[in-house]
């Protein structure tokens, strides 16, 4: 495999793509953890307190949460990557390296994000007193096929984007 060569390529621009993206804002990191979150809180008043939803069986908070944490690294994800290899064509153009390891490093620098977001998840289950089954270990499986099908539409959106850009802008409607 030849995305195994340039593991340090991938590490380094990973951890650049974190470092970069909250490095001017106050909160920081902590915009990673507080925008799923927000939304979960807002979200969850409408739709238990105006909308008036039916009992899960789980607090619905929690239900919002574990639907919005995929969801936040789909898009985020989709959307990030479809412009990366616009944004870095200088890099591009100055040496060789493959062009999906600049989509790899984003998806990853996500999985980062979503990882932080996962810990709120777990606090949540604390606070609500949810325990989890041994079935919830196939989170890691269905994660690993959700970062596989994400990283290959990225591919797909992210070449169709150098050609048409309106894919982002058209990305952001649907």
């Known amino acids: ?3 195994f060569k340039y593991r340090e390529l991938i590490k380094h621009l990973t951890l650049r793509e974190i470092r970069v993206r909250y490095k001017q804002s106050f909160l920081g990191f902590f915009w990673i953890i507080l925008n799923p979150f927000f939304q979960m809180v807002i979200m969850s008043f409408v739709f238990s307190q105006i909308i008036r939803t039916h009992n899960l069986g789980i607090p619905y908070p929690l239900f919002l949460y574990a639907g919005l944490l995929p969801w936040v690294f789909f898009s985020g994800s989709l959307t990030t990557a479809m412009g990366v290899l616009v944004e870095d064509s200088a890099l591009i153009k100055k ?3 493959p062009r999906e390891v600049l989509i790899l490093s984003t998806l990853l620098a996500k999985t980062f994000d979503f990882v932080l977001s996962l810990v709120i998840f777990f606090i949540l289950l604390i606070v609500f007193g949810v325990h989890l089954s041994p079935y919830s270990l196939l989170f890691i499986l269905i994660f690993c096929i959700q970062f ?4 290959g539409l990225a591919l797909i959106l992210s070449a169709v984007n150098l050609f048409y850009r309106d ?3 058209l990305f952001n409607l649907v």
Do not use: A, G, Q, S
Request: glycine share 0%.
């Open 1 to 3: 495999m030849e995305l």
């Open 95 to 97: 040496i060789y390296f």
């Open 148 to 151: 596989i099908f994400t990283f």
């Open 167 to 169: 894919v982002k802008y």
